[in-house]
């Protein structure tokens, strides 16, 4: 009997990573035992014994390496009168067992097209990911499996065995069987008055006896198979039911744990005390968890080594592994235990963030539809805009989602509490710049299945965001309409981060190329600076098939002071390379060359991990779950949080806010006829102001001013003049422009707030 052994490196899960298991291939069933950590196996002990039960094939130098350490550690143990105890694992008074074994007689062998050592094994419920030390090394386990599933011929090694039995075997199945011995004594019969000589009655009965001990020995092996499956069905619905149960006691515990902290925060920022204890042993617990680490003596695994919740999907280089709820939670955990630290130690929580605390409650869905919404035809619209003036053309707001583009803005600081752990890291380490790559890449997670175009924003018009719950607040406005241009600035606990952008389109029939040519600069308050630009998001399928967005291209992210940046691509979707969809991949270079050891990857619109020295790997971001009502729009969580007009917010806020824009405002409460009645008001009444300001006095922006020759793409070409936020407090917005009011046939005038709307429909009642 031959026996295939060799060591090769298995995945997993995303927390443990890849590990070396020695794996034995034996009678069709392949078992792995672990070669590292205190329930390692004794490979020499085994090896031993199965030199004793067959030819045994090493395949690879690891394993002639392995059993070397054993043989070298029990001459050395010899020597020193510490001799291995004959029950140590793996010796030779206790068989060594296997952390898990698979049937190949079920099991599906193929190789990786990508890495030419991967290869996996399928049983229709796990994937095994495996690698070889070299091409050669595949190739052999490769052939050794396929060979090893195909040697029966359909027939189980039970079956096998027992049509290989010697003739005792034969006797004592038949002896026991009276109908079977009381046909054959019939043919007997029937063969004798026919005068059939000895030696072919003999004949026919051994041929009967075989055929017959053939038959009993499947059904055998075929009962024995079924009894096995069913042991399976049963352990796998005890484990199924005990994951269950452990993930929803463990989620359970974090959320308490999760409110606790909260509210301990709370009370703490109240009450101006220090630190928390809990949240300090919490955070240094989740620090120090060594089943982050890969490789280490401390290293935990379970039993069954997580393979019955792998994900079956894999990737070209590097299988991206979705975590576990409890693994996500942990680090959720950890770090807002971390961010709580943060406010109640350091003391920097500025004036502004304190007057607004407590926040708002805030919504969960969208208001219901007033009315019924209507289909509408592309290419009805298309065949009236035929000989027309395309600038004088106004596209109905079925196309429109009821955000603006100035509120897309606010969507790239969902994830802002990156910012907030980037600013706990030393300036210019490795870790913060990729603290802030997960951040620029978690921007586009909002942007999956939205395929309805925000609104335009006027000229003028403004939008703000006040968060006391994370910590920041932002301010954002059009400031030139040809070419459109849009300048935000934001600002947290310990980080300014600002911006602009000219957005540029190209129509290509089937798709729209959207390339957004600006800078944002991310300013941490120990001086820290890191620029970066957005990569170009295209609009497919526009005529015909299902539209679905995508980004795609290179995003730089620059600490000019250290030479330090983050290298993130973004892969555009192909039909040649479907898995990769969504795929961003990144590394770190130091004034031209790469940093070692150290690399991201992840999807943008579902998680980014790091990859640190050693083969660890960290969870950076990971997008938050889906709203318990999703729009027609797909909105977000929080984007559906964006338009929300809260108690107190009202009186407070710029004239020129989009908040008050009648038609956005319309489309949200679903009252789509007077949504396009308000549209079209608008636009016109923005032309007749172009046109005034044309003859006269240019129309400027109120909150941001030009920066002399500035160059876009490579400086800001816009920047903060400040007064906002002050006018804000007084509730007095002297120079504001009524952008919304009911005046359609002269220019915008300047005026108080009582000259402008006072509510998102106007003074229409």
Not at 79 to 106: F, I, M, N, W
Not at 406 to 433: H, M, T, V, W
Not at 517 to 530: Q, V
Request: hydrophobic content about 35%; some cysteine; aromatic content about 8%.
């Amino acid at each position: 009997m031959q026996i295939v052994v060799g060591v090769l490196v298995k995945y997993v899960n995303i927390g443990k990573g890849w590990h070396h298991r020695l794996f034995v291939l034996q009678n069709g069933v392949l078992r792995y035992y672990k070669v590292f950590g205190p329930t390692r196996v004794n490979v020499h002990a085994l090896l031993e014994s199965l030199r004793q039960q067959g030819d045994v094939v090493l395949i690879g130098s690891e394993t002639g390496i392995s059993e070397n350490k054993w043989i070298r550690s029990a001459a050395q143990q010899a020597k020193d009168g510490s001799c291995l105890s004959p029950t140590a694992r793996g010796g030779a008074g206790k068989p060594a067992t296997p952390q898990g074994e698979y049937h190949l007689q079920v099991a599906k062998v193929s190789e990786s097209d990508a890495d030419y050592r991967k290869f996996y094994l399928e049983t229709g419920t796990t994937t095994m990911r495996l690698r070889a030390e070299t091409k050669a090394d595949r190739n052999a386990w490769v052939a050794y499996l396929t060979a090893a599933k195909g040697a029966w011929g359909d027939v189980t090694p039970e079956v096998a065995q027992a049509l290989t039995s010697p003739a005792e075997s034969s006797a004592r199945i038949t002896s026991g069987d009276n109908a079977f011995l009381e046909e054959l004594e019939a043919v007997r019969a029937r063969l004798a008055e026919r005068g059939a000589s000895a030696e072919v009655v003999a004949y026919v009965e051994d041929v009967l006896v075989t055929q017959h001990q053939r038959y009993h020995a499947w059904m055998a092996a075929e009962a024995d198979k079924r009894r096995t499956l069913l042991g399976l069905v049963r352990s796998l619905e005890n484990e199924k039911r005990q994951l269950e149960t452990a993930m929803v006691v463990e989620s359970t515990l974090v959320n308490k744990a999760r409110c606790g902290n909260a509210i301990g925060s709370r009370h703490s920022l109240e009450a101006g005390e220090g630190g928390d204890s809990e949240v300090n042993s919490e955070q240094s617990d989740a620090d120090a968890d060594p089943s982050i680490e890969e490789g280490g003596a401390g290293a935990r695994e379970d039993s069954s080594d997580d393979d019955a919740v792998d994900d079956a999907r894999y990737y070209d280089a590097r299988e991206l592994q979705r975590p576990s709820l409890t693994q996500s939670d942990d680090l959720d955990a950890a770090g807002m235990a971390a961010d709580g630290q943060l406010d109640r130690d350091s003391g920097d929580m500025p004036q502004w963030l304190r007057e607004e605390m407590p926040p708002p409650k805030r919504r969960e869905r969208l208001p219901p539809p007033a009315q019924q919404e209507r289909s509408v035809s592309l290419w009805a619209i298309i065949r009236e805009c035929v000989g027309k003036d395309l600038t004088r053309v106004c596209l109905p707001v079925y196309f429109n989602e009821p955000l603006s583009a100035l509120q897309k803005l606010a969507e790239d600081l969902e994830y802002s509490n990156l910012l907030d752990q980037a600013a706990a890291e030393p300036p210019g380490s490795e870790f913060r710049i990729m603290l802030i790559a997960a951040f620029a890449v978690s921007g586009y997670s909002g942007t999956a299945g939205r395929t309805s175009k925000p609104f335009n924003p006027l000229l003028g018009e403004t939008y703000e965001l006040i968060c006391a719950e994370k910590g920041f607040r932002m301010l954002a406005e059009k400031v030139c309409h040809h070419p459109t241009i849009i300048a935000a600035c934001s600002e947290g606990r310990r980080w300014k981060l600002e911006g602009d952008a000219e957005l540029k389109s190209k129509f290509w029939g089937r798709s729209i190329e959207l390339t957004p040519h600006g800078l944002l600069r991310l300013t941490f308050c120990d001086g820290d600076e890191y620029t970066w630009s957005k990569v170009v998001t295209s609009i497919n399928n526009l005529i015909i098939g299902r539209i679905y967005v995508d980004h795609g291209g290179v995003m730089r992210i620059r600490n000019a002071a250290t030479g330090l940046t983050c290298k993130l691509r973004f892969r555009e979707h192909s039909f040649l390379r479907s898995h990769n969809e969504h795929e961003v991949r990144g590394h770190l270079e130091r004034n031209g060359e790469r940093v070692a050891g150290l690399a991201l990857y992840g999807r943008w619109d579902e998680a980014m991990y790091a990859e640190l020295p050693g083969g660890a790997q960290r969870l950076l971001w990971q997008k938050n779950p889906a709203p318990p009502e999703p729009t027609r729009y797909n909105l977000t969580g929080w984007a559906i949080q964006l338009n929300e007009l809260t108690p107190g917010l009202e009186e407070r806020l710029a004239p020129t806010d989009c908040r008050l824009r009648p038609d956005q405002h319309c489309l949200e409460l679903g009252q789509y006829d007077q949504a396009n009645v308000e549209k079209q008001r608008l636009e016109q009444k923005q032309r007749a102001a172009r046109k005034a300001a044309d003859r006269g006095e240019p129309i400027r922006p109120r909150w941001f001013h030009a920066v002399p020759g500035a160059v876009a793409g490579e400086q800001q070409t816009f920047v903060y003049s400040g007064g906002y936020w002050e006018a804000r407090a007084a509730r007095e917005w002297p120079i504001v422009r009524d952008i919304f009011g009911q005046d359609m046939n002269g220019p915008e005038g300047l005026g108080s707030p009582q000259q402008s709307l006072g509510s998102p429909m106007g003074k229409q009642g």
